[in-house]
């Protein structure tokens, strides 16, 4: 990246800082002619500086340009004079600031009294957001991580599917979740009194990128100040206090349980920080459908067929259910689609201490007839049975001819 930062226009000129456009001028000319490369040829140093002299020259004899220099320590040509949006266009010669929001920079800059300045960057005390954090490392400014403070560790989620019977009768299972656990060599305080261990925000190379749209920084560490070692830290978690670790919980999966439910393990989340409380871990149940059964609730419900026979004349049949077979009185006249209720043999509720129950939904098998004695018998019904089903249709449907 090209270094613009900090160039002092003013001093290679050797004017004052509140020097007018006339003295900056008169500068530039007795300077230009001192190291004029016609004059000096070969001179590598007069060459340099009277690229120097020029590119002063340029910014400090533009009005507009002065001013965006004066406020920021460099110049660029994307940056507006007095704030308001950025005009498009090019940045010959200076770091590439494509793509960067320079509104929103000037905002910050101009809230954190950027103005004020000469040429760098000033120090202020609050901390600003991420582009003046980056802009203040950038421009050799930025500071030490403030002392960590104590914070409760981070709250973990798990999905878990359980089969039906599982969430039915409820189980425990066995989860092997990755969470950070307090440090066992330092208990948590990341120090070890003698230690030196690697930085673990640079991994011990001193300097951590940062990307803002198309622009790509290499930072100075603030962690280790760029050493990438950490005095004094716990060489086990390197100066973290916690460790990533495979952890077996147990989880009790309580009877009754819903698919969705979220079930709460207390203090089995990430560690804390610094002496915090560890958080939670929480574990959202997934329940597998039956074929069979279908739940609703704390009820189930199933599907039952009927023979006629069962349907007209009345029957005792048996229905599974959840706790194994039960007797389901069929009364004579049964339609198609009614429903029964079996009272208490649906899930447990451990929050109303009570059962649900089945609903048993019948539907009417005809008769596949094959046999001619069973067709006798239906043709027989037929002449007996001379019930009108669909009169009641007609009575509703006007048919006009
Ligand atoms: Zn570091
Ligand atoms: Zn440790």
């Not at 950027?114 to 005390?125: K, L």
């Not at 997934?286 to 704390?298: A, I, L, N, Q």
């Not at 009364?331 to 009570?354: A, D, I, M, W, Y």
């Not at 004695?373 to 509703?396: F, G, M, P």
């Amino acid at each position: 990246m090209p270094s613009t930062a900090k160039k002092d226009y003013y001093e290679a000129l050797g004017v004052a800082r509140a020097a007018d456009t006339d003295e900056i001028r008169k500068a530039y000319r007795k300077l230009a002619r001192k190291y004029h490369p016609d004059l000096n040829p070969g001179d590598k140093a007069a060459e340099e500086r009277f690229k120097t002299v020029q590119e002063a020259y340029d910014i400090l004899s533009d009005d507009n340009k002065r001013k965006v220099y004066d406020q920021y320590g460099f110049y660029s040509d994307n940056i507006p004079p007095n704030g308001g949006p950025p005009p498009g266009g090019g940045t010959a010669g200076g770091p590439n600031f494509e793509g960067f929001d320079f509104a929103e920079f000037l905002r910050q800059q101009q809230q954190y009294g950027g103005a004020s300045g000469g040429a760098g960057f000033e120090e202020t005390d609050r901390s600003g957001g991420s582009f003046r954090d980056i802009f203040g490392q950038f421009f050799g400014g930025g500071k030490a991580r403030q002392a960590v403070q104590p914070e409760r560790g981070a709250d973990l989620e798990y999905g878990l599917n359980v089969d039906f019977w599982q969430s039915i009768r409820g189980t425990q299972v066995k989860l092997n979740i990755s969470r950070q656990e307090t440090c066992d060599t330092c208990h948590g305080t990341g120090s070890s009194g003698k230690g030196v261990a690697v930085c673990p925000e640079c991994d011990g190379s001193g300097t951590v990128t940062q990307m803002a749209s198309a622009m790509k920084f290499n930072l100075t560490c603030n962690r280790c100040g760029g050493t990438g070692r950490l005095k004094n830290a716990c060489p086990t978690c390197r100066g973290e206090g916690r460790l990533s670790r495979s952890d077996a919980v147990e989880v009790r999966i309580p009877q009754g349980v819903a698919s969705g439910s979220r079930l709460r393990v207390a203090g089995k989340g990430n560690a804390g920080v610094a002496g915090g409380p560890p958080g939670d871990l929480y574990i959202t149940v997934r329940v597998e459908e039956h074929p069979f059964f279908k739940r609703e609730g704390d009820n189930i419900n199933i599907q039952v067929p009927l023979t006629v026979s069962e349907a007209g004349l009345g029957a005792k049949i048996e229905v599974p259910t959840i706790d194994g077979r039960a007797l389901l009185k069929i009364p004579q006249g049964t339609q198609n689609g009614q429903k029964f209720r079996l009272r208490e043999k649906g899930v447990f509720s451990g929050k109303k201490n009570s059962r649900g129950d089945e609903i048993v939904e019948v539907f009417l098998q005809a008769p596949d007839v094959r046999d001619e004695r069973t067709r006798e018998l239906l043709r027989e019904l037929a002449q007996v049975h001379t019930v009108e089903v669909r009169s009641d249709i007609w009575s509703k449907v006007q048919v006009t001819v």
